[in-house]
Every structure is written in C-alpha cells, then in structure tokens.
C-alpha cells in the first residue's frame, strides 16, 4: 500500500500502479482466500503445492483436534482436515500406498 501511495503522489506510471495493485490481490488470494488441499496419488501426495514422495515419510501421527501430523526429514507437515471421518479416509490411504 505504500508503494502505491508513492507511485500516486509522485505522478508515477499509471502500469506501475496497475501491477502493484494485481500484485497487492493475489497476495489476498494466496494467504487468506485459497486453502491447500491434499491430493493423494499411488507414489505420493502434493500438498500445499509440494510433492512428497511416500518413502520420505518418516512417521504419522493423528490428533483428537482433527490434525494429521506427518514427519519427514526436516519438518512436519501439518494437516487439517474439516470433517473427523476424512482423516481415518487419507490415513488407511497413505497405508495401502507404503
């Protein structure tokens, strides 16, 4: 925002303001608007736009709160999930697949 406002005050290029303010609205999109989803496929799963072979998985962990922790090598991956019922689904899942 205040990139714009400099670019307005100071008589900038009207494009300048124009991608600020694009740039400004896929950052909503990005961070507030889209979720991340899981998609499981036989060799592995993409989450969060990362794909994750299933060897790379070290161990997996399920909460009461409705979280499938799962641990790689270097962090954890955290999941969230809406409905309780879809996290005994994706953990059988990521069982047949290992």
């Not at 961070?31 to 969060?48: M, N, V």
């Amino acid at each position: 925002m205040i990139l714009i406002y400099n670019n307005v005050i100071q008589h900038g290029p009207v494009i300048t303001t124009t991608l600020l303010m694009a740039l400004i609205a896929v950052a909503v999109y990005l961070a507030w608007i889209r979720t991340p989803q899981l998609l499981l496929k036989s060799q592995g799963l993409f989450f969060a736009n990362i794909w994750i072979n299933y060897d790379r998985i070290k161990s997996m962990n399920l909460s009461e709160d409705g979280v499938l922790v799962i641990q790689l090598e270097q962090r954890n991956l955290l999941i969230r999930v809406r409905k309780l019922d879809d996290l005994e689904k994706i953990y059988l899942v990521m069982l047949e697949n290992q």
